[in-house]
């Protein structure tokens, strides 16, 4: 019987990337990368998750922002218009502590996912990170309308 798709695989893709891996949790099948950019440090975590007969590919970034009760609205309205604009991924909120994370979830079609698709959907979770990792905090302290946070 064939290798099941898993978490060694990730780490080689990873590593082929020239990624270099934070942490590895071979029993939540979970890595954690972490990256160092103009604004700030923010983490990915990527993953395998099982349900029934299917399985998932995870790839979340976790704490990008805060959303709290300043420009709540407006913070709202620029993530909605974000999310309306990029291909891969998705921004959300947990309304309990106001964290706001970016995630896909992929199916694995056949079990598995090969090098160039885990590369096109990393890359692409990434650069939207990249474009969008400072936007509330030009609109919470500098006080920039959604349009203007969104054009700059």
């Given amino acids: ?6 978490i060694p695989h990730l780490k080689e893709y990873l590593t082929r990337m020239g990624l270099r891996l934070a942490n590895v949790d071979l029993e939540q099948e979970i890595i954690e990368l972490a990256f160092h950019g103009n604004h700030g440090q923010w983490r990915m975590i990527v993953g395998i998750q099982q349900s029934g007969e299917v399985r998932k590919l995870m790839l979340i970034a976790p ?20 999310n309306y604009r990029i291909a891969m991924g998705k921004f959300g909120i947990d309304l309990e502590d106001g964290e706001v994370r970016l995630e896909e979830a992929i199916p ?10 885990f590369q096109l959907a990393l890359g ?9 990792h400072s936007l509330l905090p030009r609109i919470v302290y500098g006080n920039l309308s959604v349009l203007e946070a969104l054009s700059t």
């Fill in 63 to 82: 704490h990008i922002a805060v959303v709290n009760k300043k420009k709540r609205l407006e913070c709202l309205e620029a993530l909605m218009a974000v």
């Fill in 124 to 132: 692409a979770m990434m650069q939207t990170v990249a474009m969008y």
């Fill in 1 to 6: 019987m064939a290798e099941s798709f898993g």
């Fill in 108 to 117: 694995l079609a056949g079990g598995s996912i090969t090098f160039e698709q």
